[in-house]
Nanobody, 130 residues
Framework: QVQLVESGGGLVQAGGSLRLSCAFS??????????MGWFRQDPGKEREFVAV????????VYADSVKGRFTISRDNAVTTVYLQMNSLKPEDTANYFC?????????????????????WGQGIQVIVYS
């Protein structure tokens, strides 16, 4: 029932910025009960955690590789989670996935492993060139 659709990816020069959006639909009335996260994956490699925001929007956690450059946020009124990516590096090139927590109203945030999330978008490509 939960559908997640990413948008905003593309090709960008190193040092530039992109903002990814993830639209939550199907059960929009429950969006504010889910922690939301972003992951990324390059071909042949494991999916890695990028950032997570709790259902209230009051707590965020970032991977060390993106701290200070990426910002996760959410707008519960429009059931959308965002990932603002600044100072992009070629190492940020990957397919980016939006994900919703596997349970509702989790206290705190889940650990940064894909198995803690129950719903996923199809992914969107980000390519950073230099």
């Amino acid at each position: 029932q939960v559908q997640l659709v990413e948008s905003g990816g593309g090709l960008v020069q190193a040092g530039g910025s992109l903002r990814l959006s993830c639209a939550f639909s199907g059960r929009t009335f429950t969006f504010n009960s889910y922690n939301m996260g972003w992951f990324r994956q390059d071909p042949g490699k494991e999916r890695e955690f990028v950032a997570v925001i709790d259902w209230s929007g009051g707590t965020t956690v970032y991977a060390d590789s993106v701290k200070g450059r990426f910002t996760i946020s959410r707008d519960n009124a429009v059931t959308t989670v965002y990932l603002q990516m600044n100072s992009l590096k070629p190492e940020d090139t990957a397919n980016y996935f939006c994900a919703a927590d596997r349970i509702q109203y989790r206290l705190g945030v889940p650990s940064g492993v894909p198995s803690e999330f129950g719903s996923w978008g199809q992914g969107i490509q980000v390519i950073v060139y230099s």
